[in-house]
């Protein structure tokens, strides 16, 4: 009776450990978890003036709209476009995902007013409804080609927001991919559930002698 009840708390804590949103700066790991077919924007198409928001994407059967107050502006670096929110104290938000969307990544950094590097500083937060709110830190300079991402573990994702801390810089992001993803373990749940199985088989082992 005691084994089966070690058993059955070990696979509840496993379960509860495992539901969150993951987070990644390795585009190949990110990549490397989803189940195959994606839809990545690198915006190349959209209006280096300002327009309206929110603005909606879609493609390989996948849906998002971007948003930010005041509007949204796409930016010419080095001839590569990416979006941004056109007042820099406001947050760029990624919302409304179709197709169960439970992953998002891309480059996501502050443009200078220069538009030709990054500053400043800021947060990437990413939400699911059900889990506490991931966060990750985007700094400048490195972030300029720094790759962000999230997988939700317990559903689709709900936004996933850029917004600026420091004094300047404005919120932008390029080569969004969206797409699907398993259900990732953490790394503490593999430890966990691995540990929990060892005490079984130890258990066990005692029954026999």
Do not use: H
């Not at 909606?56 to 930016?75: M, P, W």
């Not at 996933?160 to 932008?172: E, I, M």
């Amino acid at each position: 009776m005691r084994k089966w009840l070690l058993v059955t708390v070990i696979l509840s804590c496993a379960g509860e450990a495992g539901a969150s949103i993951l987070t990644f700066t390795d585009r190949t790991a990110f990549l490397s978890a989803l189940n195959g077919t994606t839809y990545e924007n690198d915006f190349q198409g959209i209006s280096t003036n300002a327009f309206g928001s929110p603005q909606a994407f879609s493609g390989n059967g996948f849906g998002y709209n971007v948003s930010a107050i005041n509007g949204l502006i796409g930016i010419d670096i080095g001839g590569d476009i990416s979006i941004a929110a056109v007042s820099g104290n406001m947050a760029l938000t990624f919302s409304n995902f179709s197709g169960g969307v439970n992953a998002l990544g891309g480059y996501f950094f502050f443009d200078a007013n220069t538009q030709v590097s990054a500053t400043g500083a800021g947060t990437l937060t990413a939400n699911n409804g059900v889990d506490p709110a991931a966060v990750l830190q985007v700094t400048a300079p490195s972030s300029l080609t720094g790759f962000f991402g999230f997988i939700s573990t317990s559903g689709s994702l709900t936004s996933v927001s850029l917004l600026r801390t420091s004094a300047s810089g404005f919120p932008d992001a390029d080569d969004v991919i969206v797409g699907t993803a398993s259900s990732v373990p953490e790394p503490g749940t593999m430890v966990l559930f691995g540990a929990g199985l060892g005490l079984v088989v130890l258990r066990r082992a005692r029954l026999r002698r």
